[in-house]
């Protein structure tokens, strides 16, 4: 299983950039990134990845934390400054939209990540651990 890269990305309004998914009924947040790619590094898959789901070209670029979930590496970077719109980008999420699969890049507030369904639950919790303590 390739490892994913995925990307914190914080706004001045206290808010953090999320991809909300709706699949078959469930809705959840994730964060935004994806599979790394033959050849290519964790921090190269996480810019790609940020501009295919997102539309923003990301700069700044760093390692915040990595964990193993379902036994798969997964690392987030904090995205220091992006450039660009928010909308969703030409990536393979939106050749999956249908009516019962669909991807929306959305603005949370940091104060509300407790009361969403943000996936992985691991990442979320090691997240707010790290706001709490000032660590973003």
């Not at 709706?22 to 790394?36: A, I, L, Q």
């Not at 501009?51 to 379902?70: G, H, M």
């Amino acid at each position: 299983m390739n490892p994913r890269a995925c990307a914190l990305i914080f706004n001045e309004s206290e808010e953090i950039l999320l991809m909300r998914r709706v699949k078959n009924g469930c809705e959840y947040w994730v964060f935004p990134g994806g599979s790394v790619e033959l050849g290519e590094s964790t921090k190269e898959a996480v810019i790609r990845e940020i501009k295919e789901e997102t539309s923003l070209i990301a700069e700044d670029v760093n390692l915040v934390f990595e964990q193993l979930n379902d036994g798969r590496k997964e690392s987030y970077f904090s995205i220091g400054s992006v450039t660009g719109k928010v909308k969703l980008g030409d990536g393979p999420e939106r050749f999956k939209q249908s009516e019962n699969n669909t991807y929306e890049p959305q603005w949370i507030g940091v104060k509300e990540l407790q009361a969403i369904n943000l996936q992985p639950e691991t990442a979320a919790s090691k997240l707010q651990g790290l706001l709490e303590q000032g660590g973003l």
